[in-house]
């Protein structure tokens, strides 16, 4: 255990942000799912954008990889131009 109040503080900080990262992580993880289940070409065009926009915000905050954000974009959209 930490004996410094600094530690303890960091210990608190670190946590709240791996919740925090977590939960925008399997939020886009379950869209991207959502979107790959889509069979409608019109409803999947819409969601396309929304999606692209909340991968692109997982990346900014560095959750993920800025190369896997693209390749994940670059995926969708090949899938959503073959409905």
Do not use: C, F, P, W
Request: glycine share 2%; net charge positive; hydrophobic share 35%.
């Amino acid at each position: 255990m930490a004996n410094h109040k600094s530690a303890l503080k960091r210990i608190r900080q670190a946590n709240t942000r791996r919740l925090r990262n977590k939960y925008y992580h399997t939020t886009m993880r379950n869209a991207v799912k959502a979107l790959r289940a889509e069979t409608d070409k019109e409803k999947a065009t819409e969601r396309l954008s929304e999606i692209s926009s909340m991968i692109d915000k997982v990346a900014k905050r560095n959750i993920i990889h800025k190369n896997k954000a693209g390749n994940l974009k670059s995926k969708l959209t090949k899938h959503v131009n073959s409905l």
